[in-house]
């Protein structure tokens, strides 16, 4: 099986940080991944390099076996790749709702045909269910820059979701959520892998929670990649408990 | 019944300068004549109001007058404003009386323009003799301001110049608000030319006169009435000596009535005025005169009295120095040549009017 | 309880505009112990906090602080007056200026000399910010930001520790670090705290009593071991964050 | 030769004159996250104040620390108070809009309270000429240039150096950040408006001469002061400086050289120039991270 | 949208059709000068209140229909054909300067815009032989629709209220389509919006070109309006203008140029009876409208709304909390 996701030696520096180092990986498709590592080991940056966020140094990222090295972020999300964000990013002055609207919106149709559609694009159902799948049902119609940290986040979520994407990064989608939640999230990702096909990379720094969702998971310490392995691995291997997990 | 004059000038943004001077003139006559009683018993009422020194709120205000029914309109001084007014004026045949210098302003055939002063066509060739004769000039370089004022100007100076066979050989146009003349006035030195013309607004004559004795520029330096400005003076200090310029109206004439004028409009206003000050204060004088002419404050009466009018100071001392307006508006009186000496203008001729040449 | 309050909100009516998030809330944190509040997402745990720190006007009610009343008191004398320090949710850094240049300004109420001398302390306690000393604050990783707030806050030397989910962006070592030091302040310097957070189980270990907030009034109130040895606790884990009636405080 | 270097220096002398009044903008922007529109008349009202106590018989220099208190009171500290405190937290829309207003009323007000005319405004600087390499400058041109200098390195120097200009830049970042601190943000805030002010008086006494005092000196003043800054790079003063030179100079050398006509579109060819290679200004820092 | 704006927005359109003729010239003439602004910063709404892009440069677009309209009409075209390009030309030239906001924002866009408004006033004023320079283009017709001559001020006015009007109804179909919410996406946070597949660079130029048109057609009116047009009206002065009547008016409300170009153009002519003083008393109006009303004027429904939901969720919140005190 080809895989979905390839990224080859990727690595990026900021002047003397070496935020990300020769990291090579591979997800399969269906495949839930996970990607953990102590606080500045280049997660995100990792992260941003894939999404086209900013350009890597070196390496090559394929999806699907098609080079994607240097796209921009509005064309992966085209085909098909969603992500969410470490920081809080929610469109603050639009309602909860338009919000889940808006991340899908770009799927439908045209640019032109778009000028002609319905506020919703026949989104509105779509939205609904996952509002109220994320139990913020209660301050949809608030503006989302008004909301909770927990439920912004939530809001961040929901809205890469939206679209069906084939591939999602999820950049620690657990912070600030009550345990509750995450694990509705699990329970979410488990789903849409199930039925379909769906596969997903997530930086965690819950370890409940990776351990139980993630297929294999990625170790990442100084930019470089230390550890890559099913859950069982990690957990037994002692370097990884020493540099990040504790006893 | 009173006789309603609407004062339409700029009162702000670029040319708020020449439509306060305009004003506080029109007012100030506006005053002495209700003082002295009135134009054949009426008095005069008066509005003013302000165009921003922006042709389309000048077009409102004008329809404003004329929805108010005005007797007459007074201004704007923008060549721009009066051109969009005065369609106004003429459509409801109201006379209006303009502080514009532009030549194109009275070549529309509008038969209810007047002009308070000399247009750049009449003042130009007067200023173009002189370089020609005594200071025997062949080129000139040419310092304007890159407005309609300016534009018009160099214009007309430029076919005053061509049959006396001179020839500008640097023609540096330069802004409104200019803080910074040396570049301009380095290609003026540059060009060798016989003579510096400097045809900008007050401040800037000022700047640029510093400039020129900055880098020590000797030619003779030349101008029309804003270059030797009383504010010009002030501003320059020692660099405005030197610098020659005809005046078509300037409060420093030698003219008892001239200079009683200025000590009135001193006093009123505590600022001395510029020569829109005087066309403004001449213009409502003119507008008595042809009243009186007609004998009736009738709107059509008084603009035939207008046409062809001839007024003289010694029997109207409020037009100042004696005049005549043609058939299309225009006008016509003596005027000066005026060299600043010592920080002060001094009239070094007086130049006859036109018709009496 | 007959502990030595430290904290008492009497009947805090408080929100955000005309919004009234916390309702009558009657509430009370103990001195020299680690108070943790939970309750799910829009709870109105921040607010709790922002309110006793003097950013959000009451309504309505009292707050008292060692049994001073400290209703309308600004951030600033809280500080200074009251040693009281809060480390709010999200991220509060400024991010044009250096790591060292945050330091300082967290010290800005002790004087620079005293600052200086201390901050040495603090970087001891996160290495990887020592390691990031001049770079520009909005350039550190998310995890990396949020121990420089954790530090900057702990650069005052607090009596009263307000905080706000420290474990958001933490990796679990220096979570567990965290949770350390914290409850070594309690037990050795007597430093009041009270601490908001999700990662409720690991918090409930280290901490003294609990609090939950349901829609801005308080359900529960119990010792934490009281709690966690209580059998129903999986239900609050597993009821959308919502206290099942078994484990409310009537 | 000699002609390039004449220009090079009057566009120095008036690029001063612009650095000044920019000085003013990052400042602002640097110390408090805001944009004055008024910034123009902020030094138009410094310099009538100076007139008038001038009138009054005092010396210049007696007119000028007059004019400074009063400037700290009013500039400073009723900006702060009337316009600042209400508007800082709804961003930067109501205040840009809020200072337009304002600029328009103390125009306007000045116009028809005071005076329309142009006013001569005494130099502190003797009306001295030398000639240098070929080059007539004057005593006033070197003067400005080098005060300019120093007020814009020590106002980079206190922002950058001194822990209340951090916490200047501190609350204009992250306000509420500030507060948390228990950084004294209405006094900060209020620094901010007061040096500002200060640094309009300072500017009016050495603009003032070349502008001559008048109502709407701060119209053309203001607008040029902006391109400086944007130039230079908003987020640093020295960039005002820089800004200010390269503004001056360019206009010279382009009035001369290309086409006078053309010469107010230099700042945007430059600009567009420069912000092909760095968007955020000559000296301006770039703002990392977003995500 | 809710019955209360409805029956508003009919009786503004009650009073724009049923008063004017009772209004003499100088009245009609302020009513379609209005007109003629509220056109151009609808389309500044677009560009800075909905996708919010900072733009200081827009009255040179409305310069550039007001032009184009103007010199073909003097080399004898119809106005006919003068609008649609007036249109197309700003279509073209917005999209153009949207370019420099794909890599600069905020201040440095606001100076983009305004170094691109300055640099078209001096083409204005500078190319003599095309613009007529600082003389001006004198003696504009206004043209006939349909074989009725629009020459009278009334008639004028209700072809200026009838533009106005469609075009309104085309911004508001916009708006209320995808599109509205990806503008607005754009504002609020670029890099989630690019994350999501919005298009942020084809949003950008789209909200300057479209934003421009509109500024384009107000400008093809405005000459014929005025009859006469000379480069002051287009210079960055009235760009300030155009942004302080979006910004009183309410950014991204959609009825706020509305009011937005009420204060700019109507209410200096009403202060006018404060004489020399009427400017002073307008810039003042403006700052005590901004301390009063941050998000403009049409922040006061906005205001009542948030005030009621407030009220609501608060009763909401009690209801249930009496209920969970009840014994069940
Ligand atoms: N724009 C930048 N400029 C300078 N250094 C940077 C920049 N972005 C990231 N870094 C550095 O690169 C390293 C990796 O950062 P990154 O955000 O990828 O870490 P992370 O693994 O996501 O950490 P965390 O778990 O704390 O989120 C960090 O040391 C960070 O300080
Ligand atoms: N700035 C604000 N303006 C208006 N409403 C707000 C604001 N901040 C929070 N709220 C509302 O107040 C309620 C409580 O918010 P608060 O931040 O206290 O929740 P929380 O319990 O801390 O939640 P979380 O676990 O998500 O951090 C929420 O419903 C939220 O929508
Ligand atoms: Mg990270
Ligand atoms: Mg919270």
């Given at each position: 099986m080809s895989?979905?996701?390839?990224?080859?030696?990727?690595?990026?520096?900021?002047?003397?940080?070496?935020?990300?180092?020769?990291?090579?990986?591979?997800?399969?498709?269906?495949?839930?991944?996970?990607?953990?590592?102590?606080?500045?080991?280049?997660?995100?940056?990792?992260?941003?390099?894939?999404?086209?966020?900013?350009?890597?140094?070196?390496?090559?990222?394929?999806?699907?076996?098609?080079?994607?090295?240097?796209?921009?972020?509005?064309?992966?999300?085209?085909?098909?790749?969603?992500?969410?964000?470490?920081?809080?990013?929610?469109?603050?002055?639009?309602?909860?709702?338009?919000?889940?609207?808006?991340?899908?919106?770009?799927?439908?149709?045209?640019?032109?045909?778009?000028?002609?559609?319905?506020?919703?694009?026949?989104?509105?159902?779509?939205?609904?269910?996952?509002?109220?799948?994320?139990?913020?049902?209660?301050?949809?119609?608030?503006?989302?820059?008004?909301?909770?940290?927990?439920?912004?986040?939530?809001?961040?979520?929901?809205?890469?979701?939206m679209s069906d994407p084939d591939l999602v990064l999820l950049d620690e989608p657990c912070a600030g959520v009550n345990p509750a939640l995450v694990g509705g999230?699990?329970?979410?990702?488990?789903?849409?892998?199930?039925?379909?096909?769906?596969?997903?990379?997530?930086?965690?720094?819950?370890?409940?929670?990776?351990?139980?969702l993630c297929h294999r998971i990625l170790v990442m310490v100084e930019g470089r990649v230390m550890a890559l392995g099913t859950p069982g691995e990690i957990r037994a291997n002692k370097q990884v408990l020493d540099a990040y997990l504790g006893n | 019944q009173a006789i309603k004059i609407a004062n339409i000038v700029e009162l702000s943004g670029a040319g708020a300068t020449s439509g306060t001077n305009f004003?506080?003139?029109?007012?100030?006559?506006?005053?002495?004549?209700?003082?002295?009683?009135?134009?054949?018993?009426?008095?005069?009422?008066?509005?003013?109001?302000?165009?921003?020194?922006?042709?389309?709120?000048?077009?409102?205000?004008?329809?404003?007058?004329?929805?108010?029914?005005?007797?007459?309109?007074?201004?704007?001084?923008?060549?721009?404003?009066?051109?969009?007014?005065?369609?106004?004026?003429?459509?409801?045949?109201?006379?209006?009386?303009?502080?514009?210098?532009?030549?194109?302003?009275?070549?529309?055939?509008?038969?209810?323009?007047?002009?308070?002063?000399?247009?750049?066509?009449?003042?130009?060739?007067?200023?173009?003799?002189?370089?020609?004769?005594?200071l025997k000039a062949k080129t000139l370089a040419l310092i304007y301001v890159n407005n309609d004022y300016g534009k018009g100007g160099r214009e007309s100076l430029m076919k005053a110049i061509e049959p006396l066979g001179m020839k500008v050989v640097a023609d540096i146009s330069t802004d409104q608000n200019q803080v910074d003349f040396s570049a301009a006035v380095l290609k003026a030195k540059q060009s060798n030319a016989d003579v510096v013309f400097v045809y900008t607004n007050e401040e800037e004559s000022a700047r640029a006169l510093r400039e020129l004795?900055?880098?020590?520029?000797?030619?003779?330096?030349?101008?029309?009435?804003?270059?030797?400005?009383?504010?010009?003076?002030?501003?320059?200090?020692?660099?405005?000596?030197?610098?020659?310029?005809?005046?078509?109206?300037?409060?420093?004439?030698?003219?008892?009535?001239?200079?009683?004028?200025?000590?009135?409009?001193?006093?009123?206003?505590?600022?001395?005025?510029?020569?829109?000050?005087?066309?403004?204060?001449?213009?409502?004088?003119?507008?008595?005169?042809?009243?009186?002419?007609?004998?009736?404050?009738?709107?059509?009466?008084?603009?035939?009295?207008?046409?062809?009018?001839?007024?003289?100071?010694?029997?109207?001392p409020g037009v100042i120095l004696d005049v005549a307006v043609d058939n299309n508006g225009d006008l016509d009186r003596e005027s000066f040549l005026v060299e600043v000496r010592n920080g002060k203008q001094e009239i070094r001729e007086v130049l006859p009017a036109l018709s009496k040449k | 309880m007959s502990m030595d309050a430290a904290i008492t909100f009497e009947g805090v009516t408080a929100g955000y505009g005309e919004l009234m998030i916390l309702d009558r809330l009657d509430l009370r944190a103990a001195r020299g112990r680690i108070t943790l509040l939970i309750g799910p997402n829009g709870a109105g745990k921040s607010t709790v906090l922002k309110t006793l720190f003097g950013l959000l006007k009451l309504r309505q009610g009292r707050i008292r602080l060692f049994g001073e009343d400290i209703t309308g008191a600004k951030p600033r004398e809280l500080l200074t007056q009251h040693g009281v320090a809060f480390v709010p949710q999200g991220r509060n850094l400024f991010?044009?200026?250096?790591?060292?240049?945050?330091?300082?300004?967290?010290?800005?109420?002790?004087?620079?000399?005293?600052?200086?001398?201390?901050?040495?302390?603090?970087?001891?306690?996160?290495?990887?910010?020592?390691?990031?000393?001049?770079?520009?604050a909005s350039s550190l990783s998310g995890g990396e930001q949020k121990q420089l707030e954790v530090g900057r806050a702990l650069l005052l030397r607090p009596k009263v520790l307000l905080i706000d989910e420290p474990s958001i962006g933490l990796s679990p070592l220096v979570v567990q670090d965290v949770f350390r030091l914290l409850r070594r302040l309690a037990d050795e310097q007597g430093v009041t705290v009270l601490m908001v957070e999700q990662n409720v189980k690991s918090a409930l270990k280290m901490a003294d009593d609990a609090i939950a907030l349901e829609a801005g009034r308080l359900v529960l109130h119990k010792p934490a071991p009281q709690l966690l040895a209580d059998p129903d606790i999986e239900r609050l884990f597993l009821g959308g964050g919502h206290v099942p009636a078994s484990l409310a405080t009537p | 030769m000699t002609d390039l270097l004449q220009l090079v220096f009057s566009g120095m002398a008036t690029g001063s004159i612009y650095a000044l009044a920019a000085l003013g903008f990052t400042l602002l922007w640097q110390a408090s996250g805001t944009v004055n529109f008024a910034q123009g008349e902020f030094?138009?009202?410094?310099?009538?104040?100076?007139?008038?106590?001038?009138?009054?018989g005092l010396p210049l220099l007696a007119a000028f620390a007059v004019t400074c208190v009063l400037a700290v009171v009013v500039l400073g500290w009723g900006f702060k108070r009337g316009i600042a405190d209400p508007l800082l937290k709804f961003?930067?829309?109501?205040?840009?809009?809020?200072?337009?207003?304002?600029?328009?009323?103390?125009?306007?007000?000045?116009?028809?309270?005071?005076?329309?005319?142009?006013?001569?405004?005494?130099?502190?600087?003797?009306?001295?000429?030398?000639?240098?390499?070929?080059?007539?400058?004057?005593?006033?041109?070197?003067?400005?240039?080098?005060?300019?200098?120093?007020?814009?390195?020590?106002?980079?120097?206190?922002?950058?150096?001194?822990?209340?200009?951090?916490?200047?830049?501190?609350?204009?970042?992250?306000?509420?950040?500030?507060?948390?601190?228990?950084?004294?943000?209405?006094?900060?805030?209020?620094?901010?408006?007061?040096?500002?002010?200060?640094?309009?008086?300072?500017?009016?006494?050495?603009?003032?001469?070349?502008?001559?005092a008048k109502f709407d000196m701060g119209e053309s003043l203001g607008t040029k002061a902006f391109f400086a800054a944007i130039i230079g790079g908003f987020n640093n003063s020295r960039g005002a400086l820089l800004g200010g030179l390269i503004v001056g100079v360019c206009e010279n050398l382009a009035a001369a050289y290309i086409s006078p006509a053309y010469k107010d579109a230099v700042a945007l060819v430059i600009f567009m120039a420069v912000i092909l290679f760095k968007p955020q200004g000559l000296l301006g820092k770039k703002v990392e991270r977003k995500v | 949208m809710s019955r209360i704006s409805l029956a508003i927005g009919a009786l503004v359109m009650l009073v724009l059709l049923a008063v004017p003729p009772f209004l003499k010239n100088y009245g009609i003439y302020l009513f379609s000068y209005w007109l003629v602004f509220v056109i151009a910063t609808m389309g500044l709404n677009l560009t800075i209140g909905y996708a919010g892009q900072k733009s200081l440069g827009h009255a040179a677009f409305f310069g550039l229909g007001a032009y184009t309209v103007a010199i073909l009409m003097k080399a004898g075209f119809s106005f006919w054909l003068g609008l649609p390009m007036a249109m197309l030309g700003c279509f073209a030239i917005g999209l153009a300067i949207g370019f420099p906001a794909l890599r600069v924002q905020t201040l440095y866009l606001a100076f983009a815009t305004l170094g691109f408004n300055t640099a078209v006033w001096l083409v204005l004023r500078n190319e003599e032989w095309l613009t007529g320079g600082t003389f001006g283009i004198n003696g504009i017709a206004r043209p006939g629709f349909l074989g009725l001559s629009l020459d009278k001020p009334l008639a004028f006015y209700y072809f200026v209220l009838a533009v106005a009007c469609l075009l309104a109804l085309v911004l508001w179909k916009l708006l209320a389509s995808p599109w509205g919410k990806a503008f607005t996406a754009l504002r609020d946070n670029p890099i989630r919006a690019e994350s999501?597949?919005?298009?942020?660079?084809?949003?950008?130029?789209?909200?300057?070109?479209?934003?421009?048109?509109?500024?384009?057609?107000?400008?093809?009116?405005?000459?014929?309006?005025?009859?006469?047009?000379?480069?002051?009206?287009?210079?960055?002065?009235?760009?300030?203008?155009?942004?302080?009547?979006?910004?009183?008016?309410?950014?991204?409300?959609?009825?706020?140029?509305?009011?937005?170009?009420?204060?700019?153009?109507?209410?200096?002519?009403?202060?006018?009876?404060?004489?020399?003083?009427?400017?002073f008393f307008f810039g003042l109006a403006v700052v005590a409208l901004m301390l009063w009303l941050p998000d403009g004027l049409l922040g006061i429904p906005e205001r009542l709304r948030r005030r009621r939901h407030a009220r609501d969720a608060n009763a909401q919140r009690n209801a249930a909390a009496v209920r969970a005190e009840e014994p069940a």
């Amino acid at each position: 099986m080809s895989p979905l996701l390839q990224v080859t030696g990727i690595s990026k520096s900021y002047g003397a940080i070496q935020a990300v180092d020769g990291v090579s990986f591979e997800v399969m498709p269906g495949e839930i991944f996970g990607v953990i590592g102590p606080n500045g080991s280049g997660k995100t940056t990792m992260f941003n390099s894939v999404l086209g966020q900013i350009a890597p140094e070196q390496g090559r990222i394929a999806l699907k076996g098609r080079d994607i090295t240097g796209l921009s972020p509005v064309e992966l999300n085209r085909r098909g790749v969603g992500r969410t964000f470490q920081t809080l990013q929610v469109f603050g002055k639009m309602s909860v709702r338009d919000n889940l609207l808006v991340a899908a919106q770009e799927h439908r149709g045209t640019l032109l045909s778009r000028m002609f559609a319905p506020g919703d694009s026949g989104l509105g159902a779509k939205a609904d269910a996952l509002i109220a799948q994320f139990r913020i049902g209660d301050v949809a119609h608030r503006k989302a820059g008004e909301l909770s940290y927990g439920q912004q986040k939530l809001v961040d979520i929901a809205m890469a979701f939206m679209s069906d994407p084939d591939l999602v990064l999820l950049d620690e989608p657990c912070a600030g959520v009550n345990p509750a939640l995450v694990g509705g999230i699990s329970t979410l990702l488990k789903e849409l892998n199930r039925t379909r096909r769906a596969s997903f990379v997530v930086i965690e720094h819950n370890m409940d929670f990776v351990m139980d969702l993630c297929h294999r998971i990625l170790v990442m310490v100084e930019g470089r990649v230390m550890a890559l392995g099913t859950p069982g691995e990690i957990r037994a291997n002692k370097q990884v408990l020493d540099a990040y997990l504790g006893n | 019944q009173a006789i309603k004059i609407a004062n339409i000038v700029e009162l702000s943004g670029a040319g708020a300068t020449s439509g306060t001077n305009f004003r506080d003139g029109v007012l100030l006559a506006a005053k002495e004549i209700n003082a002295a009683g009135g134009i054949l018993g009426h008095r005069i009422e008066t509005t003013t109001a302000d165009t921003q020194s922006n042709p389309g709120v000048a077009k409102g205000l004008a329809q404003k007058a004329v929805d108010d029914n005005v007797f007459a309109v007074f201004g704007p001084v923008f060549s721009g404003s009066i051109m969009v007014s005065m369609a106004e004026t003429k459509r409801a045949e109201i006379p209006n009386f303009t502080g514009g210098e532009a030549a194109g302003i009275t070549k529309q055939g509008n038969p209810y323009i007047f002009r308070t002063s000399f247009t750049q066509e009449t003042a130009m060739p007067k200023i173009a003799r002189y370089m020609a004769g005594p200071l025997k000039a062949k080129t000139l370089a040419l310092i304007y301001v890159n407005n309609d004022y300016g534009k018009g100007g160099r214009e007309s100076l430029m076919k005053a110049i061509e049959p006396l066979g001179m020839k500008v050989v640097a023609d540096i146009s330069t802004d409104q608000n200019q803080v910074d003349f040396s570049a301009a006035v380095l290609k003026a030195k540059q060009s060798n030319a016989d003579v510096v013309f400097v045809y900008t607004n007050e401040e800037e004559s000022a700047r640029a006169l510093r400039e020129l004795r900055k880098q020590g520029v000797t030619k003779p330096i030349v101008g029309e009435t804003t270059l030797v400005g009383q504010k010009v003076i002030e501003l320059a200090g020692e660099a405005g000596n030197g610098a020659v310029a005809h005046v078509g109206l300037t409060v420093d004439a030698p003219v008892p009535a001239m200079r009683a004028f200025r000590a009135k409009f001193e006093k009123e206003y505590r600022y001395i005025p510029d020569h829109n000050g005087i066309k403004g204060y001449t213009g409502v004088y003119l507008l008595k005169a042809a009243i009186e002419k007609a004998g009736k404050p009738d709107r059509k009466a008084v603009v035939q009295a207008l046409h062809g009018l001839k007024v003289s100071a010694a029997k109207e001392p409020g037009v100042i120095l004696d005049v005549a307006v043609d058939n299309n508006g225009d006008l016509d009186r003596e005027s000066f040549l005026v060299e600043v000496r010592n920080g002060k203008q001094e009239i070094r001729e007086v130049l006859p009017a036109l018709s009496k040449k | 309880m007959s502990m030595d309050a430290a904290i008492t909100f009497e009947g805090v009516t408080a929100g955000y505009g005309e919004l009234m998030i916390l309702d009558r809330l009657d509430l009370r944190a103990a001195r020299g112990r680690i108070t943790l509040l939970i309750g799910p997402n829009g709870a109105g745990k921040s607010t709790v906090l922002k309110t006793l720190f003097g950013l959000l006007k009451l309504r309505q009610g009292r707050i008292r602080l060692f049994g001073e009343d400290i209703t309308g008191a600004k951030p600033r004398e809280l500080l200074t007056q009251h040693g009281v320090a809060f480390v709010p949710q999200g991220r509060n850094l400024f991010g044009q200026l250096s790591v060292y240049e945050n330091l300082e300004l967290g010290g800005i109420t002790l004087g620079t000399q005293e600052t200086r001398a201390r901050i040495p302390e603090v970087l001891a306690l996160f290495p990887r910010v020592r390691e990031r000393l001049h770079s520009a604050a909005s350039s550190l990783s998310g995890g990396e930001q949020k121990q420089l707030e954790v530090g900057r806050a702990l650069l005052l030397r607090p009596k009263v520790l307000l905080i706000d989910e420290p474990s958001i962006g933490l990796s679990p070592l220096v979570v567990q670090d965290v949770f350390r030091l914290l409850r070594r302040l309690a037990d050795e310097q007597g430093v009041t705290v009270l601490m908001v957070e999700q990662n409720v189980k690991s918090a409930l270990k280290m901490a003294d009593d609990a609090i939950a907030l349901e829609a801005g009034r308080l359900v529960l109130h119990k010792p934490a071991p009281q709690l966690l040895a209580d059998p129903d606790i999986e239900r609050l884990f597993l009821g959308g964050g919502h206290v099942p009636a078994s484990l409310a405080t009537p | 030769m000699t002609d390039l270097l004449q220009l090079v220096f009057s566009g120095m002398a008036t690029g001063s004159i612009y650095a000044l009044a920019a000085l003013g903008f990052t400042l602002l922007w640097q110390a408090s996250g805001t944009v004055n529109f008024a910034q123009g008349e902020f030094v138009m009202l410094p310099a009538f104040a100076m007139l008038v106590f001038a009138k009054l018989g005092l010396p210049l220099l007696a007119a000028f620390a007059v004019t400074c208190v009063l400037a700290v009171v009013v500039l400073g500290w009723g900006f702060k108070r009337g316009i600042a405190d209400p508007l800082l937290k709804f961003g930067l829309m109501p205040i840009v809009v809020a200072t337009i207003g304002l600029a328009i009323a103390i125009r306007n007000g000045m116009r028809a309270g005071y005076s329309a005319e142009a006013h001569p405004f005494p130099s502190l600087f003797a009306d001295r000429l030398f000639q240098f390499a070929g080059v007539t400058v004057s005593l006033a041109d070197v003067g400005t240039l080098v005060l300019a200098l120093a007020l814009v390195l020590g106002t980079q120097a206190f922002l950058a150096r001194t822990i209340t200009g951090r916490a200047m830049q501190a609350v204009a970042q992250n306000t509420e950040s500030a507060t948390v601190l228990g950084i004294d943000v209405p006094r900060m805030v209020f620094y901010t408006f007061a040096i500002n002010a200060v640094l309009a008086c300072a500017a009016a006494l050495l603009v003032t001469p070349t502008y001559l005092a008048k109502f709407d000196m701060g119209e053309s003043l203001g607008t040029k002061a902006f391109f400086a800054a944007i130039i230079g790079g908003f987020n640093n003063s020295r960039g005002a400086l820089l800004g200010g030179l390269i503004v001056g100079v360019c206009e010279n050398l382009a009035a001369a050289y290309i086409s006078p006509a053309y010469k107010d579109a230099v700042a945007l060819v430059i600009f567009m120039a420069v912000i092909l290679f760095k968007p955020q200004g000559l000296l301006g820092k770039k703002v990392e991270r977003k995500v | 949208m809710s019955r209360i704006s409805l029956a508003i927005g009919a009786l503004v359109m009650l009073v724009l059709l049923a008063v004017p003729p009772f209004l003499k010239n100088y009245g009609i003439y302020l009513f379609s000068y209005w007109l003629v602004f509220v056109i151009a910063t609808m389309g500044l709404n677009l560009t800075i209140g909905y996708a919010g892009q900072k733009s200081l440069g827009h009255a040179a677009f409305f310069g550039l229909g007001a032009y184009t309209v103007a010199i073909l009409m003097k080399a004898g075209f119809s106005f006919w054909l003068g609008l649609p390009m007036a249109m197309l030309g700003c279509f073209a030239i917005g999209l153009a300067i949207g370019f420099p906001a794909l890599r600069v924002q905020t201040l440095y866009l606001a100076f983009a815009t305004l170094g691109f408004n300055t640099a078209v006033w001096l083409v204005l004023r500078n190319e003599e032989w095309l613009t007529g320079g600082t003389f001006g283009i004198n003696g504009i017709a206004r043209p006939g629709f349909l074989g009725l001559s629009l020459d009278k001020p009334l008639a004028f006015y209700y072809f200026v209220l009838a533009v106005a009007c469609l075009l309104a109804l085309v911004l508001w179909k916009l708006l209320a389509s995808p599109w509205g919410k990806a503008f607005t996406a754009l504002r609020d946070n670029p890099i989630r919006a690019e994350s999501l597949g919005v298009d942020t660079r084809a949003y950008t130029l789209l909200a300057f070109a479209i934003g421009a048109v509109y500024a384009g057609v107000a400008g093809a009116l405005f000459a014929p309006l005025v009859e006469f047009i000379e480069p002051a009206p287009f210079g960055v002065g009235t760009s300030i203008m155009m942004y302080l009547m979006v910004v009183v008016g309410g950014a991204g409300y959609f009825f706020g140029p509305l009011l937005g170009a009420a204060v700019g153009v109507l209410l200096p002519e009403w202060l006018r009876f404060a004489q020399a003083w009427y400017l002073f008393f307008f810039g003042l109006a403006v700052v005590a409208l901004m301390l009063w009303l941050p998000d403009g004027l049409l922040g006061i429904p906005e205001r009542l709304r948030r005030r009621r939901h407030a009220r609501d969720a608060n009763a909401q919140r009690n209801a249930a909390a009496v209920r969970a005190e009840e014994p069940a």
